[in-house]
């Protein structure tokens, strides 16, 4: 019995799918046909089994003999399609492993190309927008004292405000009303809010009483009459409506000729800035007065040491030359 020619090409197929393709959908398409060729293996083999035993007492030795070849030839064709599904088993494990290495080789290939698009840049730009940095905040510092200077020498003139705190809003802001106008509101009796807004146009006024009105809630009927429910009372009340900026309290962060600090770049430049919480105004235009000076080359002279190695007893050292020999 051998086995249908479709089965054996799709074999030839399937087992050239597992060793030379690296696209993961077509080796699990491929391993779906592996175990249905497994299924159809084994049922050929049951079916060859079943024949031989029912034909084993009516059949001459040679015809038996053919049988017994057919039962070879789909034990043989399920050990292949068994194997088939081992090996596209390994394919798609190593298929996905590159697929994960290959994402992992771009995540690592892309932060390398960003460290060396800023190694290329830092050295230059820190040390210029660092310099610039410490000019405006020397200009900050000069401005500062001279107020501070103006408040104390010419005290009948207008006080002059901070530039930082006036630019940085650190002082805060007062309330900002923007309009004030006077509204007639539907109020329940016995309260002081005034009905929701939404339900102002609900409120039915009394043609009778002028000023007053009746406001349904909802009651439990099943119609939307404008008078089912539970009745309230109103009143028009006058309010003044007033609408406004709410006020922003002062912040304390810190000012920036305290709190910034720009380290030096290298490991013999000076610091362009340095932050100190108790540091007044003077103080740091004293430091962002004074020159930066240059980096110094980097004196690395030669060194020499010795290490001294622990001592061997000689026999044990004799030991150890044998041992080496040997």
Known sequence: MKAPKIIRDGLAALISTARRETDLDKLMSALSEAYRQIEIATRDREDAETIYRERILDSTPSELAQIQEGKVETTIA??????????????????????????????????????EAIKARLPGEYRRHAGALRGLLRDLAEAEVAIARAGKEAPDFPAIASPEAELRILHGLPEDVV?????????????????????????????????????????????????????????????????????????????????????????????????????DHNGALIELASDLPPPAP????????????????????DVVQLRGAA
Request: glycine letters at 6%; a positive charge; charged letters at 25%.
């Open 78 to 115: 399920l050990d292949r399609a068994e194997a088939l599904v081992a090996t596209l088993t390994t394919r798609i494990a190593a298929v996905r492993e590159a697929e994960a290495r290959a994402a992992r080789q771009a995540i690592h290939t892309d932060a390398l190309a960003k460290v």
């Open 179 to 279: 309009s004030v106008e006077t509204v007639e509101l539907w109020v329940v009796d016995g309260r002081t809010d005034p009905v929701p807004e939404q339900r102002q146009g609900d409120v039915r006024a009394s043609a009778e009483h002028p000023g007053r009105g009746m406001l349904y809630l909802p009651g439990s009927a099943h119609h939307t009459a404008p008078t089912s429910g539970v009745p309230l009372t109103c009143t028009l009340r006058t309010f003044t409506r007033t609408r406004y900026r709410e006020a922003v309290k002062p912040r304390e962060d810190g000012s920036l000729l305290r709190a910034v600090a720009l380290p030096a770049f290298g490991l013999t430049d000076s610091a362009f800035v340095t932050a100190s919480p108790y540091r």
């Open 298 to 317: 980097l004196d690395r002279p030669v060194r020499e040491k010795l290490d001294l190695l622990p001592a061997v007893p000689r026999a044990e050292a």
